[in-house]
């Protein structure tokens, strides 16, 4: 079945550390790819997106991903991990030929210890 | 600009019952997607409504129900409520198209 993959379920790193989350998916031809973090009592937010153009796109709180087309791969990093970074993340992705609805990995949960 | 709200927050009914959940899109969006969260797992699409008319729907049964207004605000019904229907219940706006979608803080549904 066509999914979307996040290899770590829960990350535990202590502060400035550098971070890599694994995101790979399932569909072919032109998606839209995304990064959503949920802060403990917080909701979904985006962190970063990808369309079109350059592969390596920036995003807020000096998060960034690398669309690598050929891996089928989204993944997030950051230099320097902080203890406020705590949360999950969740890869998503729209696959444009098969409808508007963002598809969900099971997500990544970060720990970060000061 | 006021983001997207969702109601109640909090909701505890027991199977066989119906439920309504509400949620009022961000201004200036025209689509509403509701999604399932179940403790430990990514939402799950459970469909999405453009201008008053669903538009697209994921895999979930057909006592899963929504409306859209006029206004674009939406409610999500689900009838003859199932344990595993416990959730957090997720709606986001979004202009049309395969675009960012901005999801509300979620509605908790407890089913006893």
């Known amino acids: 079945a066509q999914s979307v993959s996040q290899h770590n379920h829960h990350v535990i790193l202590s502060e400035a550390a550098s971070l890599e989350l694994g995101c790979n998916y399932s569909?072919?031809?032109?998606?839209?790819l995304f990064w959503y973090v949920q802060y403990p009592g917080q909701h979904l937010q985006l962190l970063l997106k990808y369309f079109s153009g350059d592969p390596l796109v920036k995003g807020i709180k000096g998060f960034e991903a690398e669309f690598i087309k050929s891996k089928f791969s989204f993944n997030l990093r950051k230099p320097s991990v902080q203890w406020s970074d705590t949360a999950e993340y969740f890869c998503?992705?729209?696959?444009?030929?098969?409808?508007?609805?963002?598809?969900f990995g099971k997500g990544t949960t970060l720990s970060v210890s000061s | 600009e006021t983001g997207v709200t969702q109601s109640p927050t909090h909701l505890i009914k027991t199977r066989g019952q119906q439920v309504t959940l509400r949620c009022s899109s961000q201004?200036?969006?025209?689509?509403v997607s509701w999604y399932q969260q179940a403790l430990g797992q990514g939402p799950q699409f459970i469909f999405q409504?453009?201008?008053?008319?669903?538009?697209g729907r994921g895999n979930f049964p057909p006592r899963f129900s929504g409306l859209q207004f006029p206004n674009y605000s939406s409610e999500l019904n689900v009838n003859a409520l199932e344990l595993d229907d416990s959730a957090l219940y997720l709606c986001a706006s979004s202009l049309e198209g395969p675009n960012e979608q901005f999801f509300g803080p979620g509605t908790r549904l407890t089913v006893l």
């Open positions: 569909y072919g031809g032109t998606v839209n």
């Open positions: 201004s200036g969006h025209n689509t």
């Open positions: 409504y453009y201008r008053e008319e669903e538009n």
């Open positions: 998503a992705v729209i696959p444009n030929q098969a409808g508007t609805a963002l598809i």
